[in-house]
Nanobody, 119 residues
Framework: QVQLVESGGGLVQPGGSLRLSCAAS????????MAWYRQAPGKQRDLVAS???????NYADSVKGRFTISRDNAKNTVYLQMNSLKAEDTAVYYC?????????????WGQGTQVTVSS
């Protein structure tokens, strides 16, 4: 059993900042990729940012230069620093972690945390 606990969402004004955290616990073997996705009302869930075990990062074009993903392997935690937030960043943000077991990777999802950007 693997649990992902997210925190850090909330209401922020345009131009503001938030930092999301996602801590993994339970039966954890080897974490490979860690990522953040988001889903706005009526839209599909999209990748925001990802970070591989070698710390190689990838960002959606819409957040490049504003968001930074990082990970603390000792704490099995991934972070998303969000700066210069815009109204269009409003969504439920989900943490995604892939665990390596044998030759296979298994994805796990957090429960989601709401981010609302509004004045």
């Amino acid at each position: 059993q693997v649990q992902l606990v997210e925190s850090g969402g909330g209401l922020v004004q345009p131009g503001g900042s938030l930092r999301l955290s996602c801590a993994a616990s339970g039966s954890i073997s080897s974490i490979t990729r860690m990522a953040w996705y988001r889903q706005a009302p009526g839209k599909q869930r999209d990748l925001v940012a990802s970070i591989a075990s070698g710390s190689i990062t990838n960002y959606a074009d819409s957040v490049k230069g504003r968001f930074t993903i990082s990970r603390d392997n000792a704490k099995n935690t991934v972070y998303l620093q969000m700066n210069s937030l815009k109204a269009e960043d409003t969504a439920v943000y989900y943490c995604n972690v892939r665990l390596l077991r044998g030759w296979n990777e298994y994805p796990y999802w957090g429960q989601g945390t709401q981010v609302t950007v509004s004045s």
